[in-house]
């Protein structure tokens, strides 16, 4: 018969595997190794009808009495459907690394495993709704699927989500806390209509990285004469001529970055954009001025026989979007030194629109130049694409520009 473990006689133990009588499940194992002995507390179980054990820690940092704990807590799980395998947090790095590797050889098969909660959310809800379903993939990579993958997703408890998003901020992205916590708490939510889980343990008072301000950030016109002005480096000719343009039609950046030569009728001076890539899920009609022509007519002739306008390194897919957002934040520190403020390409489009009000342009076009969403009776009533008004009213915001840049209209 299995003797009482003690705990001041657990350190006295010499090699073996040693059960608990009074606590089922839990065993004791005491192995040789180089300098010592390794003490490790181990919970034997059968789930499902298959016999396993689990580590649930080494003494003396996990005592006797938080050995027993963890083992009851784990049974009440157990007889509630939930493995106690997948019912706590990593312990080791060779577990991560199994993990990772068993994840990339296809989803698991648990239905309440946070691996296969995150694939549902994403192939059902945020695929199907998102013009950009990839933004949603990162967060998603970068919290529950590094820190909880292997998990049933019914055992993640809100301290647990609180540290993840703490985090985040620490590392000085609150913005990026703010992110994560909106798609965690629609993720869990999800998960309690799927009955995934039962509940959800994202619980939060206020946005974990505070109250967001919004940016208001736009170039003054000394500015603007410096960045037009500006020699560029050969290296990064291409950013120049995408912030030009983008300072010229006031479109968004993953609409000039992702865009096709097919999109550009020279002849009509006219860039389509289709609406698969517009954030309003409507195509729109951008009216090109000569400023903006030429700067295309050079891309065309540096794209050679690439199908798009900025293509990546294989000419075989456009450049990914935030290769521009890199290169301009690297080249920061030049355009400071000649004097322009720090800036997001998303700041150029602010720029533009706030120079189309000081020119007078009605805001209904404006609103339309940008192809901002219209308030709903207008939006449905109002067809007319407004292209003489958009093309007037760009062509005014050009005649600005090369007044501002110091050459003639």
């Avoid at 499902?48 to 009851?72: D, N, Y």
């Avoid at 500006?230 to 030009?244: D, Q, V």
């Avoid at 343009?245 to 609409?255: H, K, P, S």
Wanted: proline content about 6%.
């Amino acid at each position: 018969m299995a003797r009482r473990l003690i705990s001041s006689k657990l350190s006295e133990l010499g090699p073996g595997t040693y059960g608990d009588p009074a606590q089922e499940c839990l065993e004791f194992r005491v192995r040789t190794k180089s300098g010592g002995f390794s003490r490790t507390w181990l919970m034997r179980f059968k789930f499902r009808k298959k016999e396993t054990r689990i580590t649930l820690g080494h003494f003396p940092l996990t005592s006797l009495a938080e050995a027993r704990r963890q083992v009851q807590e784990l049974r009440e799980k157990a007889t509630k459907g939930i493995d106690p395998r997948k019912a706590r947090p990593r312990r080791n790095l060779l577990r991560q690394v199994e993990e990772r590797a068993a994840l990339n050889t296809g989803i698991s098969a648990d239905p309440h495993s946070i691996e296969s909660l995150c694939s549902t959310f994403m192939s059902r809800h945020v695929r199907p709704s998102r013009k950009q379903p990839e933004y949603a993939q990162r967060i998603l990579n970068a919290s529950a699927l590094k820190h909880w993958r292997g998990r049933d997703a019914r055992t993640i408890t809100p301290v647990e989500v609180l540290e993840v998003l703490d985090n985040i901020v620490d590392g000085g992205s609150p913005v990026m806390a703010n992110r994560t916590a909106a798609l965690l708490g629609q993720l869990f939510r999800y998960g309690i209509h799927r009955r995934i889980v039962t509940d959800s343990p994202v619980k939060l008072l206020y946005r974990p990285g505070g109250k967001e301000k919004p940016r208001d950030r736009t170039l003054t016109d000394e500015e603007l004469k410096i960045l037009l002005s500006i020699e560029p480096l050969p290296r990064w000719e291409r950013m120049h001529r995408a912030i030009n343009i983008l300072l010229l039609t006031g479109q968004r950046r993953g609409e000039l970055a992702l865009a096709a030569w097919k999109e550009v009728d020279f002849g009509k001076k006219l860039w389509t954009i289709p609406a698969e890539r517009t954030k309003t899920g409507k195509a729109t009609a951008v009216p090109l001025t000569d400023w903006a022509i030429e700067e295309l007519c050079t891309l065309k002739r540096e794209a050679e026989s690439s199908p798009w306008i900025f293509p990546s390194d294989d000419e075989k897919l456009p450049a990914d979007p935030k290769l521009l957002t890199r290169n301009t934040a690297r080249a920061q520190e030049r355009f400071g030194r000649q004097g322009v403020a720090a800036f997001t390409l998303h700041d150029l489009r602010r720029t533009c629109r706030t120079g189309l009000s000081k020119l007078k342009i009605p805001p209904h076009i404006a609103e339309r130049v940008l192809n901002h969403s219209q308030e709903k009776i207008a939006g449905t009533y109002d067809t007319y694409d407004y292209l003489d008004e958009k093309r007037e009213a760009l062509e005014k915001w050009t005649v600005h520009l090369l007044s501002v840049k110091g050459s003639s209209a």
